[in-house]
């Protein structure tokens, strides 16, 4: 089973790449972790924000394979523990499936990636910084993972 990041965004700053790629090393040979960035819609003074919303789901429509499992973070979707995101992690490896994990652009993703996925996840009702974001999805996969294989990591 593979985990991808569909995210929004690149040339993120060198904090963000140290502190995802701390975690994607951690985590098994048989479940990786990869961050797969998805190049923003443009966005300017005069800028039509739906045509850019749509351009990033355009975009992120043509990673996601057919025969995957699709998260869709989303400030409307449901709140999980690690608990239960272990408990996710679990069934998700249990189906063999791969799992993409979708971030949108600052204004959020199109509701094609919506409507495509399994669950919506929003990680907090707090406003994030998509670039923390990515950290903070990196750190709580590989949280989930010790929790389901025991490891203290997890107290």
Do not use: C
């Given at each position: 089973m593979k985990i991808r990041l569909l995210a929004v965004g690149t040339r993120m700053p060198a904090?963000?790449?140290t502190g995802v790629d701390e975690y994607r090393k951690r985590m098994p040979r048989e479940m990786p972790f990869e961050v797969v960035e998805i190049p923003a819609g443009a966005r300017g003074k005069n800028a039509d924000i739906a045509r850019a919303i749509q351009a990033e789901g355009d975009r992120?429509?043509?990673k996601i394979r057919d025969q995957e499992l699709v998260i869709a973070l989303e400030v409307r979707g449901a709140v999980w523990s690690t608990e239960t995101l272990?408990?996710?992690l679990g069934d998700w490896r249990q189906s063999g499936q791969d799992v993409v994990l979708a971030v949108g652009g600052?204004?959020?993703l199109d509701s094609r990636i919506v409507k495509r996925a399994q669950a919506r996840w929003s990680?907090?009702?707090l406003t994030l910084p998509h670039p923390l974001v990515?950290?903070?999805l990196a750190e709580?996969?590989?949280?989930a993972w010790t929790l389901l294989v025991?490891?203290?990591y997890h107290r």
């Amino acid at each position: 089973m593979k985990i991808r990041l569909l995210a929004v965004g690149t040339r993120m700053p060198a904090w963000v790449e140290t502190g995802v790629d701390e975690y994607r090393k951690r985590m098994p040979r048989e479940m990786p972790f990869e961050v797969v960035e998805i190049p923003a819609g443009a966005r300017g003074k005069n800028a039509d924000i739906a045509r850019a919303i749509q351009a990033e789901g355009d975009r992120m429509l043509e990673k996601i394979r057919d025969q995957e499992l699709v998260i869709a973070l989303e400030v409307r979707g449901a709140v999980w523990s690690t608990e239960t995101l272990a408990d996710r992690l679990g069934d998700w490896r249990q189906s063999g499936q791969d799992v993409v994990l979708a971030v949108g652009g600052p204004d959020g993703l199109d509701s094609r990636i919506v409507k495509r996925a399994q669950a919506r996840w929003s990680l907090s009702a707090l406003t994030l910084p998509h670039p923390l974001v990515r950290v903070l999805l990196a750190e709580q996969v590989y949280r989930a993972w010790t929790l389901l294989v025991g490891h203290p990591y997890h107290r």
